[in-house]
């Protein structure tokens, strides 16, 4: 049984800032099950963009692990916008989470390589 959407998010959060991070949940989405991306923003201002993993990343001895690809990084601000309004519009019940962290979210996030 895979953990909601709602307590993995909290539990990020927490887990950021426990590590002298900053998290803020930008949008809520669905309790349950809702598709999460999250922002990374470096100390230098640049993003980081990940997105949910495609099903083909899972791997059959964890397939009830969360994964994430990395979209996309140093890119301009309008782009994530754009791109989560096109993914709201696609479902309405995602959620973003953005967080500024000195390291890199491997620790925190299962990255799945392409």
Do not use: C, H, N
Not at 8 to 34: M, P, Q
Not at 48 to 67: G, I, K, M, V
Not at 91 to 110: I, K, N, Q, R
């Amino acid at each position: 049984m895979r953990v909601t959407s709602e307590l993995w998010v909290s539990a990020l959060v927490r887990r950021v800032f426990a590590d002298g991070g900053f998290a803020a949940v930008r949008r809520k989405g669905a309790r349950e099950a809702g598709a999460i991306f999250i922002i990374r923003r470096t100390r230098l201002g640049e993003l980081e963009f990940y997105a949910p993993a495609p099903q083909t990343s899972y791997d059959e001895a964890r397939p009830s692990e969360r994964q994430f690809v990395r979209v996309t990084a140093a890119i301009e601000e309008d782009a994530v916008e754009k791109r989560l309004e096109r993914e709201m519009r696609f479902d309405p019940d995602v959620w973003v989470v953005e967080v500024e962290t000195a390291d890199e979210l491997d620790g925190y996030l299962a990255v799945a390589t392409e």
